[in-house]
């Protein structure tokens, strides 16, 4: 299983950034997905996640901001990204949790995108 992120770059504050996750194989069976980020001399932390129940969940800091979305018949994971601030700069990674042989999830992560917001 591949993921592909993108859509990263250089964005001023306020504005706005639409990341892709495209995923190499279905992802109809999948038990969550989501997307992590990464700021230099911080912990990975958990944007936004969508689990099978559609019951999407998002740090305090990114609600109301950030949207995350999939698209079955393109096999995409996307997040939208509103009225970015300088503190929203980090690579951002997609991953993706599948059915494994063991019973549990096996967790697939995509090689991260860019983002920074700066004036």
């Known amino acids: 299983v591949q993921l592909q992120a993108s859509g990263g770059g250089l964005v001023q504050p306020g504005g706005s950034l639409r990341l892709s996750c495209a995923i190499s194989?279905?992802?109809?069976?999948?038990?969550?997905m989501g997307w992590y980020r990464q700021a230099p001399g911080k912990q990975r932390e958990l944007v936004a996640e969508?689990?099978?129940?559609?019951?999407?969940s998002y740090a305090d800091s990114v609600k109301g901001r950030f949207t995350i979305f999939k698209d079955f018949t393109k096999d995409i994971l996307w997040l939208q990204m509103n009225n970015l601030n300088p503190e929203d700069s980090a690579v951002y990674y997609c991953?993706?949790?599948?059915?494994?042989?063991?019973?549990?999830?096996?967790?697939?992560w995509g090689q991260g995108t860019q983002v920074t917001v700066s004036s």
């Open positions: 194989e279905s992802m109809f069976e999948f038990h969550a």
């Open positions: 969508v689990p099978t129940s559609n019951v999407k």
């Open positions: 991953y993706l949790d599948l059915p494994g042989a063991s019973g549990s999830p096996d967790r697939y």
